[in-house]
């Protein structure tokens, strides 16, 4: 039988009930709008300081000019540079955290060496970037000098641990009856995991990867004890120094002269563009995954 009305909330609820549902939503708007009004405006003034020189000719092609108070644009060997750095350390760090989380979720559980991993992986997480860039400083750069491939170690340290525990969140959330159901049917613990929990738990996992390649990408301290500084592109990963945009925010921005402040704001507004085009590629890759799952 139906309810009479349709909605028993809007037809019963008493008026101090509604008052409060009201209120509680005017809370959350004013705390969406506390969050997205702030990001607008930083996002909106650093496109106003750097759409000048991110539109110039040269400014994806060209070098990063010797002379500091030089006004020409170029930052291809910093944008190649994130590139490199940010995609190996996400190549270390994403599939030892996946399988980190999977370790933690679905074998050690509540036990005791479960428990110390877990403890551990939060410690990381707050642990301050320039420790992190010190430590690969002291372990690598010292015995092999300095190289793309260091700054990706100490980006890995800091993804690594984000990973780790957005993952096993991720995957508690997949219902239990997944895993009986494949159980039922005769599946192995490994396959139950690589076929039907990992697949549930993807979008989630993709997006937990993002904010970590996210945070990664926009680091300054690590990068500054490990990859050293070039002005021309330098596309090895384990020789020579390189560079990279948050290098280039953090010298230009260091000078009075009027070229590298702007060469600061359009490394800044490079770098904004290329995490929000990854963000947009793992978000299609999570609802083409989603989809996938629900068919």
């Not at 092999?144 to 993952?167: E, K, Q």
Request: glycine share 10%.
């Amino acid at each position: 039988m139906g309810l009479p009305g349709g909605s028993i909330t809007a037809s019963t609820a008493s008026p101090w009930r509604r008052a409060k549902s009201g209120i509680a939503t005017g809370v959350m708007v004013v705390a969406l709008l506390a969050a997205v009004i702030p990001l607008v405006l930083v996002v909106g003034y650093v496109i106003s300081r750097g759409w000048e020189m991110v539109t110039t000719t040269g400014w994806f092609t060209g070098s990063v000019p010797i002379i500091t108070r030089s006004t020409d644009a170029g930052m291809r060997p910093a944008i190649i540079g994130t590139l490199l750095i940010t995609g190996a350390a996400t190549l270390m760090a994403v599939p030892l955290g996946v399988l980190g989380g999977v370790y933690l979720s679905e074998y050690a559980g509540s036990t005791a060496y479960g428990r110390v991993i877990r403890f551990l992986a939060e410690v990381m997480t707050g642990v301050p970037s320039v420790v992190v860039g010190l430590f690969i400083f002291t372990i690598w750069v010292l015995n092999f000098s300095y190289s793309a491939f260091a700054g990706a170690l100490a980006l890995a340290c800091l993804m690594l641990p984000v990973v780790i525990r957005t993952s096993e969140e991720m995957l508690k959330l997949v219902p239990r009856e997944l895993r009986e159901s494949a159980y039922a049917l005769g599946g192995r613990k490994a396959g139950t995991i690589l076929r039907v929990v990992l697949p549930a738990a993807a979008p989630g996992i993709i997006s937990g990867s993002l904010l970590a390649v996210a945070r990664a990408a926009g680091e300054t301290a690590p990068l500054l004890f490990t990859i050293g500084f070039v002005y021309d592109t330098n596309t090895s990963l384990f020789h020579g120094d390189n560079t990279a945009l948050p290098i280039q925010i953090f010298k230009n921005a260091s000078q009075v002269f009027p070229g590298p402040q702007a060469r600061a704001w359009g490394a800044a507004l490079t770098l904004i563009g290329i995490v929000f085009i990854f963000t947009i590629a793992a978000r299609l890759v999570s609802a083409f995954l989603g989809r996938k799952h629900h068919q």
